[in-house]
Structure formats: C-alpha cells, structure tokens
C-alpha cells in the first residue's frame, strides 16, 4: 500500500472512527484502526465486535492494500505531524511509514486477515431520514437510556417504524422520553433496539444536512452517514410497553418559563448529595417555589412565576432529571401535568413529545 493524503482529511476521519475502541480490550487487533486503500479511497474501519464504523476519504492511491495499526498511536503521530501531504507505505513484517515534511515514523501494526470482518448488508428493507432530524431526536432521548447493567434491554433507545412514522423512546424505569417524526415513505413495520453506545456514536456522526439510511437485518442495523458507515448489533429482548406507563393528557396543567424553571432547579441541586437528592416544588397557584433543605449543608429556595389552577401540591424530584429535559426543550414557555407527589410529572409538546418523571419522596 502507498497512498498521499492530506492531514486534514485523515485527522478528521480518524477521529471519527476511533471512539468505538476499547482501552479494555483483551484482543489487540480491536486496539487497530484498518486501513485500505483502493480506487483513490482510503477506507478506516474500527470495531468492538459489538459496533462498527468505517469513514472513507478520498486520497492519492499509488498502490493499493491494506494493514491495520495501533488507532491511540496512530492517531497520536497523525495529529502532531506539520499540516501537509502525509505519504504512508506499507513495508514487510506488517509495518508502515510515515511522511509529511521532514517528520519520518515507523509504526508495527498486525496484518488485515486478523481484523474481523463487519457484517454485510444484502438487499435489506431501509428508511431515509434527515440526518439533522434524527439528531434532534436523539437529542431529546438519549439521556433517558439506562446504564444500569441487571437491565439490559433499557440500556438502549427502542426504535419503531409504523406506516410513515418514526418513533424513538428510552426509559431507565425512573423517566421516559418519547419523540414521534413523520418520514417522508410508508417504511416496513419493524422495532428495534438499539444499543446505548450506538446512539452515542450516531449522534457525533449526524449533520445538519444530508440524509441518513437506517438499514435492517435480522439482529443487526446499519447508519449510512455520507462517508461514514456505523453498523451496530441490536439488543435481543422485549422492550417494556411504555404506552401503558404514559397517563393520558390531564388539565392540571402548570404554566411556567423554562428558562427560569431550569436555573432555579440547578440552583437548588446545589444543595443536594448523594444520600439526599430530592429537591422540593410547592407548586400553588401563581407561584412555585424550589427549595432544597439539608441539615448537614443549608437551604435554598426561589420562587417562579407560574399559571396552574389544580390543587395546591408539593412534589419532590431528582434534579438531574429535570434538568436534562429542560435543556433540550424547543419552547419557551412549557406545559408541566402534575398528577400529584406519588405519580408522574409530564411535558409533552403537542403529539410529537412525551418526557415523564418519576417524583421522590420528600424526607
């Protein structure tokens, strides 16, 4: 192998393939990043046997081939090399080359009969979706997947395909976020779920522009970015039927800014530890106040201008979840449903957003 390519272009792919690869792995060849070089492309593929992603660049291929090379060091070199044509050639014993200016390295790699081969995708069902709508809808989930190990089917977001929609929904089994997108063709009945680590990847892949093709197999799915292609294994199992768990739309709605809402929630999570995470919200009829008492630290409380016309409450939430919706929440003034202190509070967004919340006891 014996290509000439610009700098630029191999960091960035680079850096875009590199993020699936384990420092923990008992296999050194999942330490590599492959590399091929054919039809004036060069082709960077990595792996942890459970994810994929392969981004290919054009280049200068004077003779092609193909070997696979420690991805940290790799990338390591590439990144302090002078900003000029990089020629890489590979030598015998599995090793290659590398020059830019007057930098010269030499780097052992393993050869690409040990890297293992990434599933492929025949004739399959597929759906075309505008990459910057699947970021937004990732986006809007993603921190609602659980880490949680003992539940692996959580640890994932659900992807649904019926008629021309597009749903995605995540839970931990303490919160819930659904988002529903029509798509452009009627698209196969099919559910899916998709690893946490997928997701990940997928959302630092994922433009504003351009489409993105989601391609099924019987326990595999495939996210064609532009140059860049990720296939993941999915999660075997029954997904929990969240539709069950989401209450039905109440009129005890509160009325509140978002802005304010979030600043005075991280506000009073600054008073919260790990064995006291609730704060409290007394929601009352123009008003609500955040507060958060403990006896080891202080106290805080802020009141918020709100509108509500049900019953006086007071409800105790972790924080963090509340924060992690009011982020990414598109509106400004927002709609809350609180159901009372022992059952979910809600925000949904006309009939394309659903977050629910579990509260915490008060102490």
């Known amino acids: 192998m014996k290509i000439k390519i610009l700098k630029t272009d191999l960091v960035r ?18 330490s590599n990043i492959l590399i091929e070089a054919k039809d004036n492309q060069v082709k960077l593929t990595s792996t942890d046997l459970d994810i994929g992603i392969t981004s290919t660049v054009m280049a200068e291929v004077d003779e092609e081939g ?27 014993n599995n090793s290659i080359t590398i020059k830019c200016g007057k930098c010269f390295f030499k780097i052992l790699g393993l050869p690409k009969e040990d890297f293992p081969k990434l599933p492929v995708f025949e004739e399959q069902p597929y759906i075309t979706v505008e990459q910057s709508v699947l970021k937004n ?24 395909f019926k008629d021309k929609h597009f749903i995605i929904v995540a839970t931990d089994g303490k919160r819930l976020s659904l988002i529903k997108k029509e798509i452009q063709k009627e698209a196969p009945d099919r559910s899916i779920i998709v690893p946490s680590k997928t997701i990940y990847e997928l959302s630092r892949a994922l433009k504003e522009e351009g489409n993105v093709n989601i391609v ?63 704060i409290k919200m007394d929601i009352l009829k123009n008003k609500t106040v955040i507060s958060k008492s403990n006896p080891n630290i202080g106290e805080a409380k802020e009141e918020i201008d709100t509108v509500y016309k049900g019953p006086e409450t007071a409800v105790g ?38 977050y629910l919340v579990l509260p915490m006891q008060l102490a």
């Not at 809808?137 to 190990?149: G, K, P, Q, V, Y």
């Not at 449903?337 to 394309?352: M, Q, S, Y």
């Open 13 to 30: 792919n680079i850096q875009g393939v590199q993020n699936v690869i384990s420092s923990r792995t008992n296999l050194p060849i999942l």
């Open 216 to 278: 099924f197999s019987e326990n595999q799915v495939r996210f064609e970015i532009g140059n860049i292609v990720i296939v993941s294994r999915l999660i075997e199992g029954e997904y929990p039927n969240y539709e069950q768990v989401i209450p039905k739309e109440t009129k005890e709605k509160m009325t509140i800014q978002r802005e304010q809402f979030l600043l005075g929630v991280k506000r009073a999570a600054l008073l919260t530890t790990q064995d006291s995470q609730a």
């Open 317 to 354: 939430f972790n924080p963090n979840y509340l924060i992690d919706v009011l982020k990414v929440m598109p509106k400004d003034d927002l709609e809350v449903e609180i159901l009372g202190p022992d059952k979910p509070a809600v925000i949904r967004i006309e009939d394309w957003y659903v």
């Open 66 to 92: 193909a070997i696979t090379v420690p991805a940290k060091r790799f990338n390591d070199i590439v990144k302090e090399l002078p900003d000029q044509d990089i020629l890489i050639s590979t030598m015998k």
């Open 137 to 160: 809808m990732l986006n809007m989930i993603c921190f609602s997947m659980s880490h949680d190990e003992t539940r692996y089917v959580l640890n994932g977001a659900l992807f649904m």
